[in-house]
């Protein structure tokens, strides 16, 4: 008659089986654990701060085209810069040059036959964030202006008289 292996040692073979996880197992697995939760943590952080950056870049571009959309409205356009702030965090430069178009050499109209429309080119940035991570956005555009025109930008042909009316009708100046 054989004895068990286990009796052997005074264990009977249902308490073998219950003996848990051993110190050792207990430290890799807490060990897998904070790896794993360390990589969440991080990825976490960095989507979170992602979220940061394209909620500014959204802002900017938001500012930028309210900017953008009075630019040559309610006064003529003039080379030459200008800057300011839309609120404490964004603040803006504006460079306003004319812009000459470039030379082609297939049929389409030539710049002689635009005499009477100038051509200005907005560079606009706008800047936010400290001074040691500052971040910005540049923005382009072309805008119109009828040389024939001599004051407030609009529809052509129309004149002003300096003071703000167009056409004789009285308006205020801005």
């Given at each position: 008659m054989s004895i068990h292996p286990r009796l052997r040692h005074g264990l009977p073979p249902s308490a073998a089986r219950q003996r848990g996880f051993s110190l050792i197992e207990m430290v890799a697995a807490f060990v897998v654990f904070a790896l794993g939760f360390g990589v969440l943590m991080g990825i976490l952080s960095a989507s979170i701060r992602n979220t940061r950056l394209a909620a500014d870049y959204t802002?900017?571009?938001?500012?930028?085209?309210?900017?953008?959309?009075?630019?040559?409205?309610?006064?003529?356009?003039?080379?030459?810069r200008k800057s300011g702030r839309f609120d404490d965090a964004f603040r803006w430069e504006l460079d306003i040059s004319k812009y000459e178009p470039p030379p082609s050499e297939n049929s389409a109209p030539t710049a002689e036959s635009f005499q009477s429309i100038e051509l200005?080119?907005?560079?606009?940035?706008?800047?936010?964030?400290?001074?040691?991570?500052?971040?910005?956005?540049?923005?382009?555009?072309?805008?119109?202006?009828?040389?024939e025109a001599s004051g407030i930008g609009g529809a052509p042909g129309e004149r002003s008289d300096g003071n703000g009316s167009v056409n004789g009708n009285e308006g205020t100046k801005r």
């Open positions: 802002q900017a571009a938001l500012w930028a085209q309210s900017l953008l959309d009075v630019v040559g409205i309610g006064e003529k356009l003039e080379p030459g200005f080119r907005v560079d606009l940035e706008v800047l936010w964030g400290e001074r040691r991570s500052p971040r910005s956005a540049h923005f382009v555009s072309l805008r119109s202006a009828n040389a």
